[in-house]
């Protein structure tokens, strides 16, 4: 009580000083404590090699968080953007040979389903041509930055679904898919999957896919960016955990979204 | 008499300083994801004179293939620079501070005389309140431009889902391209900005810190006082 009416007021150089202290202080230290935290950020650890791998720790936990948020946005109705044949890339462009190299043996190729049960189809491709064909000119995107107008054609994976009795497998979170050398890996979240547009290509530019671009059969999901579009499907298996997912496994998101 | 002027919120000065590191770490990492397929260059008739960006650009700045952490550093920080721009917005809307920050329909003829004042050309500058004509431009303008930057940026993020957006952008080509000539203006801007901040003074870069500003007042003006002296 005593000291406080003591206090003489201020004169206006001693605010000026004051308030120069305090602002100043406060700014160097929270100056301090931004560099602090972006140095911790830049050097935090790895993620522990899993599904996911090669990403800053906290980088991941925040891809993960912001795909939870952006698939509130995603819908059926939502469809990529179409054009007429005319407009389709007569060079389609080739990005990667990992797990579809080489020339595929055509003869007997099947195309192996784990279902959840444990049961396991094997597909042919001719059964796989005698449903009816959907047929897609969109544009293709890379996470690179590139994109490229294509036309494809084939079953939609939906159609497949429905045709071979696999609606219950639908219930699985995720759709695992593996080139036949499981050199390359993709894992879907099942809306994606099940996307109206997503299709098994067995046809590019209105002939059969050549081998580097994933004969006899690859995936094509407007819906996602390049690397999830698996050349040469080898299997397909459906489950509740991510399935392992080649690129998320060098740093890139595993949700790749478009 | 010495005085103290309140100028600057602490609010204002608060998402400016935040703004500052966030978008230079924004503009790192969209450069790391750029360099994946960086097809942009300046070309005058057909001649191109310069290419985005030469390879001693890249190399000094430690850019070649790391576009996956170059992703998911921008798709952490957009966060936070949306974040912050918006309050920025909705706090200047609320206090009523747009009314100092928008142009007006003098503001266009105005900031010519400010740029020839700027430039030495002219000596006297036209009146002003808290902000010059052509500071309210460019304030005004690069709150536009983060706006744009956030649009662009949602339409190449989610070109399925947000396809709305991205038709809006004139397509995903446009979108980009956008985006990329915004980022540019930013560094413009910041050069413009730390040359005009280092001209207008120590008084005036102090408010941007401490909120406020020192005025001289001389006894008993005669006239109407002089316009204050060029702010930043």
Redesign the interface.
């Known amino acids: 009580m005593e000291t406080k009416h003591k206090k003489k007021e201020l004169t206006?150089?001693q605010?000026?000083k004051r308030?120069?202290f305090?602002?100043?202080g406060i700014?160097a230290v929270?100056s301090g404590a931004?560099y602090e935290g972006?140095q911790w950020l830049y050097h935090s650890p790895a993620e522990e090699q899993g599904v996911t791998a090669?990403?800053?720790k906290?980088?991941?936990r925040?891809?993960n968080k912001?795909e939870l948020f952006?698939r509130n946005?995603?819908?059926n109705n939502?469809?990529?953007?179409t054009y007429p044949k005319e407009r389709a890339a007569k060079n389609v462009r080739h990005n990667s040979d990992i797990g579809s190299g080489g020339t595929p043996n055509l003869d007997n190729y099947m195309l192996q389903v784990k279902r959840l049960s444990g049961e396991v189809l094997n597909i042919s491709m001719d059964q796989i041509r005698a449903l009816p064909k959907t047929e897609i000119v969109y544009?293709f995107?890379?996470?690179?930055?590139?994109?490229q107008i294509q036309y494809w054609g084939g079953l939609k994976f939906i159609d497949f679904i429905e045709h071979f009795n696999l609606a219950g497998d639908t219930r699985a979170a995720y759709v695992g898919l593996t080139t036949p050398d499981k050199g390359y890996y993709v894992g879907l979240d099942m809306p994606s999957a099940v996307h109206p547009q997503t299709i098994l290509a067995y046809e590019m530019n209105g002939k059969p896919v050549p081998a580097n671009h994933g004969a006899p059969v690859r995936l094509i999901i407007?819906?996602k960016y390049g690397i999830k579009n698996l050349k040469r499907i080898g299997s397909i298996n459906f489950s509740n955990k991510r399935p392992p997912d080649y690129?998320a496994e060098?740093?890139?998101?595993y949700y790749s979204?478009? | 008499m010495k005085r103290i002027k309140e100028k600057h919120s602490l609010l204002m000065r608060w998402t400016h300083w935040v703004n500052f590191p966030i978008l230079t770490v924004m503009i790192w990492s969209g450069m790391l994801i750029y360099w994946a397929n960086d097809e942009y260059s300046l070309s005058i008739f057909g001649a191109t004179i310069f290419n985005f960006f030469p390879d001693g650009f890249y190399t000094a700045l430690n850019i070649p293939h790391r576009l996956a952490e170059g992703m998911a550093f921008h798709f952490l920080f957009m966060w936070i620079f949306a974040i912050n721009g918006l309050v920025y917005v909705l706090y200047t809307l609320i206090s009523g501070a747009w009314r100092e920050l928008l142009p007006n329909r003098h503001s266009f003829k105005e900031a010519w005389l400010v740029l020839l004042h700027d430039l030495h050309i002219r000596k006297m500058a036209p009146p002003q309140k808290k902000y010059n004509a052509a500071q309210r431009i460019a304030y005004t303008a690069i709150i536009v431009m983060g706006f744009g930057s956030l649009i662009t940026g949602l339409a190449i993020y989610k070109p399925v889902q947000f396809y709305y957006l991205t038709w809006l952008c004139g397509g995903y080509h446009t979108a980009r391209i956008i985006h990329f000539i915004l980022t540019i203006g930013y560094v413009l801007f910041f050069l413009v900005h730390v040359i005009q901040v280092i001209l207008a003074g120590w008084n005036n870069f102090r408010s941007v810190i401490s909120g406020f500003e020192i005025v001289n007042d001389k006894p008993k003006p005669a006239t109407q006082s002089t316009p204050a002296k060029d702010g930043n």
């Open positions: 206006v150089d605010k000026i308030r120069n305090i602002s100043f700014f929270l931004a972006w090669g990403a800053h906290p980088l991941r925040a891809l912001t952006f946005f995603f819908s939502h469809l990529v953007k544009d995107k890379c996470v690179e930055g590139w994109d407007p819906v690129w060098r740093g890139y998101d979204g478009l």
